[in-house]
């Protein structure tokens, strides 16, 4: 017997997951509102997608291979998804320059800064969405039409978001129902006809989204389905108490970034809290937020800051919110 | 609804390959090696010298203290020599070498397979033979059986929960047994009951084993407090906190033992060499063995006197496959990686497991992404990636704060996470690190 036998501790056995396999989940996950994107917004979509994906891949394997010195870590998915993350959260008819910028405020700033995959404290994506949005707030809010841009990029026609006029509207002194009818209808809303961020419009195809990863196991309902139930359930109180004041939840629901957002943003490993219980905290937290700044901040919306907020506080969740332990404990000595 | 424990848990390929293979007696080698450690507690001590003649069953060495067990010889020949040899824990232990001649039981052990029903022995005797056998824990553990069935002061047993549960994957030496002693079991289990003063006896077995729970249930109707349970699929489950939060839905607290919910848990096997022990008078010197892996020719299910070599064993199997990386005594979610053949088969040793190459090495560990894996499917509720990061950085008293001491090593952990990470290594890092520090606090 002269075989060497690989000697180790156990478990022997591993099921098949692995870091890419996820990330790549993720990515197909992403997949229906991409064709949503493409058919409402067409040429732009597909520039900035393309731009942001192969910007945020190139900066983690520039960081990687001559920063840190180490073997790159492109391979595992992560930093093509943040690329992907980042054009979902911008425009369809952003500059390319500034697509790029944000592509390095994520992966430098926000991701490799802190230590890279695993031990960022903000979403990436996120921190590259509001850093534009702070930075260029208008070229941000400049949203393309749907399908009449198709064709177009950077003269793309522009109009605001629901959201947008909703709160220009209730400043203006005029009533919800006033606004809302100049809007689209809400089938068409959920379907993805309006304006706003590229990845944002289509909550049918964020849900579709959000049903394979369930399927997958990639993610819990903890996140997305409170952080929904939260702001549905306040708006609606909100909306009870004052019908003019107040736009009714469903239409908060599907308008803006809070699919998107509830779904893919808050939902990432690396930001959000290590058990079930920190995450319905956590969840509540960003709708609480994002319903706040919404009918009474200065944005529109207010999905990102709220789950940037929120991101902050995860280390704090994660000390003192713990899973139930098995067993009472026994103190010493009894 | 088909019961089972409520967190964490996970689903591990069952692989169960040589489930249907009726157990077969390993034939008498030339040579045994008995190691003396076969047990948790202090090592048996020897009472044989060289040149000794013995017979199969005749004690070699004696219990060597309170939590420790007598030691026989599986084999009648002469003593070769006192020695000391790798085993199966990786360590150089004492042995004791017998030259096998022919096959010659003591006279005292009743060697035929009639069953015998009637216990006509009181509680104190059967504790007594007990000992004597030297009866251990087969699931795995080898905790000395007599230990477990002396119940302490101001405690009360109330329930018996015998482990037919067989979580691990690949092993299959529990459900032949089930299949192919089940009235020994059926007996084994009133004279554990009897020894416990307990009217409840519950047996628990996965639902992946139906033959076993078809025909167990019906045997179950003529032993009085004897209850078959189905349980769902689902690894840990023959984890004793697990299992007994499973059928009679009580937690043991942390640090705590199963008595102090009134729950004594043994093992199938174990119930067998009860039986065997205060019935037939027979000690604990062989044990059912599955020896299986996915390239193995002929997986077996096999009667194996203790001290035979496990190479020998794999031959009885088709022989060693071409593409072998790893052999593992017990399962592959809590066995132990053997580094060499020649080591013994002891009281433990519930299988042998020929894992190929491919699927022997570990793969380079990634960064923790903290997809809370980990978290979810821990049985015991603790948080597995943040005991590797305080073990890292070497903070054993948070670590303890972090309830370490209460993991079982099951090592779902390890099983679901993405990044491959070590995780149960650092925690029995951890544990004994913080098992050094309750020592120290205890002394002072």
């Given at each position: 017997?002269?075989k060497?036998l690989t000697?180790?501790?156990s478990?022997?056995?591993?099921?098949?997951?692995?870091v890419?396999?996820?990330?790549?989940?993720?990515v197909?996950?992403?997949?229906?509102a991409?064709?949503?994107?493409?058919?409402f917004y067409?040429?732009?979509?597909?520039?900035i997608?393309?731009t942001?994906?192969l910007?945020?891949?190139?900066?983690?394997?520039?960081?990687?291979?001559?920063?840190l010195?180490?073997p790159?870590?492109?391979?595992d998915?992560?930093?093509a998804l943040?690329g992907l993350l980042?054009?979902f959260?911008?425009?369809?008819n952003?500059n390319?320059?500034f697509?790029?910028l944000?592509s390095?405020?994520?992966?430098?700033?926000?991701?490799?800064?802190?230590?890279?995959?695993?031990?960022n404290i903000?979403?990436?994506a996120?921190?590259?969405?509001v850093?534009?949005?702070i930075s260029f707030?208008?070229?941000?809010t400049?949203?393309p039409v749907?399908?009449?841009?198709?064709?177009?990029?950077?003269?793309?026609?522009?109009?605001?978001t629901a959201?947008?006029?909703?709160?220009?509207g209730i400043?203006?002194g005029?009533t919800?129902?006033?606004?809302?009818e100049?809007?689209?209808?809400?089938?068409e809303?959920f379907?993805?006809?309006?304006?706003?961020?590229m990845?944002e419009?289509?909550?049918?195809a964020?849900?579709?989204g959000?049903l394979?990863?369930?399927i997958r196991?990639?993610i819990?309902w903890?996140i997305p389905i409170?952080?929904?139930?939260?702001?549905?359930v306040?708006?609606?109180?909100?909306?009870?108490v004052s019908?003019?004041?107040?736009?009714?939840?469903v239409?908060?629901?599907?308008t803006?970034?809070?699919?998107?957002?509830a779904?893919?943003?808050a939902t990432?490993y690396?930001?959000?809290?290590?058990?079930?219980?920190?995450?319905?905290y956590?969840a509540?937290g960003?709708?609480?937020?994002?319903?706040?700044?919404r009918?009474?901040g200065?944005?529109p919306e207010?999905?990102?800051?709220a789950?940037?907020?929120?991101?902050?506080?995860v280390?704090?969740?994660?000390?003192?919110?713990?899973?139930?332990?098995?067993g009472?404990?026994?103190k010493?000595g009894? | 609804m088909?019961k089972?424990?409520p967190?964490?848990?996970?689903h591990?390929?069952?692989n169960k390959?040589?489930?249907?293979?009726?157990?077969?007696e390993?034939?008498?080698?030339?040579?045994?090696?008995?190691p003396?450690?076969?047990?948790?507690?202090?090592p048996?001590?020897?009472?044989?010298k060289?040149?000794?003649i013995?017979?199969?069953g005749?004690?070699i060495?004696?219990a060597g203290?309170?939590?420790?067990?007598?030691?026989?010889?599986?084999?009648?020949?002469?003593v070769?020599?006192l020695?000391?040899i790798f085993d199966?824990s990786g360590?150089?232990k004492?042995?004791?070498?017998?030259?096998?001649?022919?096959d010659?039981w003591?006279?005292?052990?009743?060697?035929?397979?009639?069953?015998?029903?009637?216990?006509?022995?009181?509680?104190?005797?059967?504790?007594?033979?007990?000992?004597?056998?030297?009866?251990?824990?087969?699931?795995?553990a080898t905790?000395?059986?007599?230990v477990k069935l002396?119940v302490?002061?101001?405690?009360?047993?109330?329930?018996?929960?015998?482990?037919?549960v067989?979580?691990?994957p690949y092993?299959?030496?529990?459900?032949?047994?089930m299949?192919?002693?089940?009235?020994?079991?059926?007996?084994?289990?009133?004279?554990?009951?009897?020894a416990?003063?307990?009217?409840i006896?519950?047996?628990?077995i996965?639902?992946n084993?139906?033959?076993?729970?078809q025909?167990?249930?019906?045997?179950?109707?003529?032993?009085?407090?004897i209850?078959v349970?189905?349980?769902?699929?689902?690894?840990p489950?023959?984890g004793?906190?697990?299992?007994?939060?499973?059928?009679?839905n009580?937690?043991?607290?942390?640090?705590?033992?199963?008595?102090?919910?009134?729950a004594?848990?043994?093992n199938?096997?174990t119930?067998?060499?009860?039986y065997?022990?205060?019935q037939?008078?027979?000690?604990?010197?062989e044990?059912i063995?599955?020896?299986?892996g996915?390239s193995?020719?002929e997986?077996?299910?096999l009667?194996?006197?203790?001290?035979?070599?496990?190479i020998?064993?794999?031959e009885?199997a088709g022989?060693?496959?071409?593409d072998?990386g790893?052999?593992?005594?017990?399962?592959?979610?809590?066995?132990?990686?053997?580094?060499?053949?020649?080591v013994?088969?002891?009281?433990?040793?519930?299988?042998?497991?020929?894992?190929?190459?491919?699927?022997s090495k570990?793969?380079?560990?990634?960064?923790?992404?903290r997809c809370?894996?980990?978290?979810?499917?821990?049985p015991?509720?603790l948080e597995?990636?943040?005991l590797m990061?305080?073990g890292?950085?070497?903070?054993?008293?948070?670590?303890?704060?972090?309830?370490?001491?209460?993991?079982i090593?099951?090592g779902s952990c390890?099983?679901?996470?993405?990044?491959?990470r070590?995780l149960?290594?650092?925690?029995?890092?951890?544990?004994?690190?913080v098992?050094?520090?309750?020592?120290e606090?205890?002394?002072n």
């Amino acid at each position: 017997m002269s075989k060497l036998l690989t000697v180790a501790l156990s478990p022997h056995e591993k099921n098949k997951d692995s870091v890419s396999r996820l990330m790549y989940d993720v990515v197909i996950a992403l997949i229906p509102a991409f064709g949503v994107s493409l058919f409402f917004y067409g040429i732009g979509a597909l520039i900035i997608t393309l731009t942001a994906v192969l910007s945020a891949v190139i900066f983690e394997y520039l960081i990687t291979r001559y920063m840190l010195k180490k073997p790159a870590t492109i391979m595992d998915g992560s930093a093509a998804l943040t690329g992907l993350l980042i054009a979902f959260n911008v425009p369809s008819n952003l500059n390319p320059g500034f697509v790029i910028l944000g592509s390095f405020v994520a992966i430098a700033i926000a991701k490799m800064s802190f230590g890279g995959l695993g031990n960022n404290i903000f979403n990436p994506a996120l921190v590259a969405r509001v850093f534009l949005l702070i930075s260029f707030p208008v070229q941000m809010t400049s949203w393309p039409v749907p399908i009449e841009s198709r064709m177009k990029y950077l003269d793309a026609i522009t109009g605001p978001t629901a959201l947008g006029q909703l709160k220009e509207g209730i400043m203006g002194g005029n009533t919800v129902s006033g606004v809302m009818e100049k809007l689209p209808s809400q089938m068409e809303m959920f379907l993805g006809q309006m304006s706003g961020s590229m990845g944002e419009v289509s909550g049918a195809a964020l849900l579709i989204g959000l049903l394979y990863m369930l399927i997958r196991r990639v993610i819990t309902w903890h996140i997305p389905i409170t952080t929904l139930a939260t702001v549905f359930v306040i708006q609606g109180i909100l909306w009870l108490v004052s019908p003019e004041r107040f736009a009714d939840p469903v239409f908060h629901l599907i308008t803006g970034g809070l699919m998107l957002g509830a779904i893919f943003m808050a939902t990432d490993y690396v930001t959000s809290p290590m058990n079930k219980m920190g995450m319905i905290y956590f969840a509540i937290g960003i709708g609480v937020i994002t319903v706040v700044i919404r009918n009474f901040g200065a944005y529109p919306e207010g999905i990102s800051f709220a789950i940037l907020i929120m991101n902050s506080v995860v280390p704090i969740f994660n000390r003192y919110i713990k899973p139930k332990r098995f067993g009472e404990l026994i103190k010493d000595g009894k | 609804m088909l019961k089972t424990f409520p967190k964490g848990g996970v689903h591990p390929p069952e692989n169960k390959i040589s489930a249907d293979k009726a157990i077969v007696e390993l034939p008498l080698p030339k040579k045994v090696f008995i190691p003396i450690s076969q047990h948790i507690g202090a090592p048996a001590k020897i009472i044989v010298k060289r040149g000794d003649i013995v017979k199969v069953g005749q004690i070699i060495a004696s219990a060597g203290g309170y939590v420790s067990a007598n030691i026989h010889s599986s084999v009648s020949g002469k003593v070769a020599k006192l020695d000391k040899i790798f085993d199966t824990s990786g360590y150089r232990k004492d042995v004791v070498v017998i030259d096998v001649n022919g096959d010659e039981w003591l006279e005292s052990i009743d060697k035929t397979t009639t069953l015998i029903k009637d216990i006509s022995v009181d509680s104190e005797e059967i504790l007594k033979k007990i000992t004597e056998c030297g009866i251990v824990g087969l699931g795995g553990a080898t905790f000395p059986t007599h230990v477990k069935l002396k119940v302490p002061p101001k405690k009360i047993a109330t329930t018996l929960i015998i482990n037919g549960v067989e979580c691990e994957p690949y092993l299959t030496s529990d459900h032949r047994l089930m299949m192919e002693k089940s009235e020994e079991l059926m007996v084994g289990t009133q004279i554990l009951m009897k020894a416990l003063a307990v009217d409840i006896a519950y047996i628990g077995i996965e639902n992946n084993k139906l033959d076993a729970i078809q025909k167990l249930s019906e045997l179950a109707t003529q032993y009085k407090g004897i209850e078959v349970v189905p349980l769902k699929v689902k690894y840990p489950q023959g984890g004793e906190k697990q299992l007994i939060k499973a059928i009679i839905n009580r937690e043991v607290p942390s640090g705590g033992l199963p008595i102090d919910v009134g729950a004594v848990v043994h093992n199938v096997g174990t119930t067998v060499a009860v039986y065997e022990a205060v019935q037939k008078n027979k000690p604990l010197f062989e044990r059912i063995v599955t020896v299986t892996g996915k390239s193995v020719k002929e997986p077996q299910n096999l009667l194996v006197r203790i001290g035979i070599p496990v190479i020998q064993l794999i031959e009885a199997a088709g022989g060693l496959p071409e593409d072998t990386g790893k052999v593992i005594s017990g399962g592959p979610m809590m066995g132990k990686a053997l580094n060499s053949l020649d080591v013994p088969m002891a009281k433990g040793t519930s299988g042998i497991l020929i894992m190929p190459e491919d699927e022997s090495k570990r793969k380079d560990d990634k960064p923790c992404i903290r997809c809370t894996k980990c978290v979810s499917v821990c049985p015991m509720g603790l948080e597995p990636f943040l005991l590797m990061t305080l073990g890292e950085n070497q903070l054993w008293e948070r670590n303890e704060d972090e309830r370490i001491m209460d993991c079982i090593e099951c090592g779902s952990c390890v099983f679901v996470c993405p990044s491959d990470r070590a995780l149960l290594d650092y925690i029995r890092l951890g544990k004994n690190k913080v098992g050094q520090l309750i020592r120290e606090r205890k002394v002072n």
